[in-house]
Nanobody, 116 residues
């Protein structure tokens, strides 16, 4: 079992920045990749960015160059730095962890709202 707790969401004006954090606890030794997904009202949940235990990253095209995912393995925490935010980035952001046996876990989500 892995527990994920997100923090750092909020309201920001377009062009601003926000940082999200996700702290993992439980069977953290078995975590492989971690990532961030988001779900806007009326839309499906979509990938934002992922990072492997080795530090390899992957980004959705819509956020590439604006968002940065990073990971502190010592603190079992993954971060998402979001710059140049746009109203279309408004969504609930979810942290996700994949274990070595491919089981996945989700955090409870944190709201990010970007006003125009």
């Amino acid at each position: 079992q892995v527990q994920l707790v997100e923090s750092g969401g909020g309201l920001v004006q377009a062009g601003g920045s926000l940082g999200l954090s996700c702290a993992a606890s439980g069977s953290i030794f078995s975590i492989n990749a971690m990532g961030w997904y988001r779900q806007a009202p009326g839309k499906e949940r979509e990938l934002v960015a992922t990072i492997t235990s080795g530090g390899s990253t992957n980004y959705a095209y819509s956020v590439k160059g604006r968002f940065t995912i990073s990971r502190d393995n010592a603190k079992n925490t993954v971060y998402l730095q979001m710059n140049s935010l746009k109203p279309e980035d408004t969504a609930v952001y979810y942290c996700h962890a994949v274990l070595q046996d491919y089981r996945g876990y989700w955090g409870q989500g944190t709201q990010v709202t970007v006003s125009s």
